[in-house]
């Protein structure tokens, strides 16, 4: 059964400081990995990887794929009290829908 | 920006009754999803849908449930004699074409309670 885990669950930093998420699979057929940020409601949609080595970036954020170690890290520098989410973590396996992961609840103290 | 919206956001209902939530995906996207998200776990996959059919369903999309696109842009998700242990944000989502690996979009969740 395809699987995605997390870590940490849960994170506590405080603002200014850089934070490092991640992501691990099992799949059986692999065809991306998403990442999402999930505030009050409704997962918004932050990365899709599909290829090793390629850094995505977006503002703060970046993130990377290493399809050898099933793996990919979300990165966020210079932290703000808006970056607290949960992000999650999903996987594309050419199935109809995306498995996701448990996520990671991140809180950014002033 | 094309956004999926869902109605309501919030819904109560008794134990037993029937509710229907409702989700008008982004115009051009082909596939339709919902999702589930009991408090404080992980998002779960319930059931895709394309070309008017579902394409996949999970262990918990089981008879209680349905899906149906009643007209071209409505797109709903009926829970049948409800239980307690339904209550649970529920997310749709839409995209363009799975096919090709894209991501998916997501409404801003209908929270149902089921007393």
């Known amino acids: 059964e395809d699987k995605v885990v997390q870590s940490p669950l849960s994170l506590v930093v405080h603002e200014g400081d850089t934070v490092t998420l991640n992501c691990s699979y099992e799949?059986?057929?692999?065809?991306?990995l998403l990442w999402y940020k999930q505030e009050k409601k409704a997962p918004t949609f932050l990365f899709m990887l599909t290829s090793s080595g390629i850094e995505k970036k977006s503002g703060r954020l970046s993130s990377i794929l290493d399809k050898k170690e099933l793996s990919s890290i979300l990165n966020i520098t210079a932290t703000q009290t808006g970056d607290s989410a949960i992000y999650l973590c999903a996987l594309d396996n050419y199935g109809q829908n995306f498995v996701f992961g448990p996520g990671t609840r991140l809180s950014v103290l002033p | 920006e094309p956004e999926v919206t869902q109605t309501p956001s919030h819904q109560v209902t008794q134990m037993g009754q029937e509710v229907i939530l409702r989700c008008v995906p982004i115009s051009n996207h082909l596939y339709f999803y919902w999702y589930r998200q009991i408090l404080g776990q992980k998002v779960e996959f319930l059931v895709s849908?394309?070309?008017?059919?579902?394409?996949?369903k999970s262990e918990i999309f089981d008879d209680q449930f349905s899906v149906e696109r009643p007209d071209g842009s409505n797109f709903t998700l009926k829970i049948r004699s409800t239980k307690l242990e339904d209550s649970a944000m529920y997310f749709c989502?839409?995209?363009?074409?799975?096919?090709?690996?894209?991501?998916?979009?997501f409404g801003q969740g209908t929270r149902l309670t089921v007393v």
């Open positions: 799949v059986t057929n692999f065809r991306s």
């Open positions: 989502a839409s995209s363009v074409d799975l096919t090709r690996g894209v991501e998916a979009f």
């Open positions: 849908f394309y070309n008017n059919e579902i394409s996949e």
